[in-house]
């Protein structure tokens, strides 16, 4: 298996829906605005197996000091080939210099990922977020 990354957002709409169905994230059903919006992001890395999308990080920046890293995802078919950790080492050397890397996993098993990645949880942080009940 030959897996090549890029920075470039060249995915179609059609590519990206069907790599976040593959994982069961509801944003996939949400087609248009998932594209937009990755292609308003700050940093998209994703990964190809030839013409296919098989997996992508988005990392939101403001240009200085934080880096927050909001998605991680690798089709299924293709999970446990190192993928997702390749990406996410790639976020942290593009923001080497910044003073905060963050992260909020939507899932607690995937912490250990992280941490294997040198992220830590934060002392006495707590996730919370706001679902916009007219979606």
């Known amino acids: 298996m030959s897996i090549t990354f890029t920075e470039e957002k060249s995915f179609t709409q059609e590519?990206?829906?069907?790599?976040?169905?593959?994982?069961?994230?509801v944003s996939g059903e949400?087609?248009?605005r998932l594209h937009?919006?990755?292609l308003g992001s700050?940093?998209?890395i994703s990964a190809w197996?030839?013409?296919r999308l098989v997996g992508l990080v988005r990392a939101l920046d403001?240009?200085?000091?934080?880096?927050?890293v909001h998605y991680v995802l690798v089709d299924?078919?293709?999970?446990?080939?190192?993928?997702?950790?390749?990406m996410?080492?790639?976020v942290k050397d593009k923001y080497r210099d910044y003073f905060y890397i963050e992260v909020m996993p939507e899932e607690s098993k995937n912490a250990s990922f992280y941490e294997g990645h040198g992220f830590h949880v934060m002392d006495d942080g707590v996730a919370m977020q706001i679902v916009n009940p007219n979606w």
Do not use: C
């Not at 590519?15 to 994230?25: A, D, E, P, T």
């Not at 403001?62 to 927050?68: E, N, P, Q, T």
């Not at 299924?76 to 390749?86: D, F, K, L, S, V």
């Open 15 to 25: 590519q990206v829906q069907k790599l976040f169905r593959s994982v069961g994230w």
């Open 30 to 32: 949400y087609p248009e």
């Open 36 to 38: 937009k919006a990755l």
């Open 42 to 44: 700050s940093t998209v």
């Open 49 to 51: 197996d030839g013409g």
């Open 62 to 68: 403001d240009g200085s000091m934080l880096a927050y």
């Open 76 to 86: 299924p078919e293709y999970q446990g080939n190192g993928i997702a950790g390749r």
């Open 88 to 90: 996410i080492e790639m």
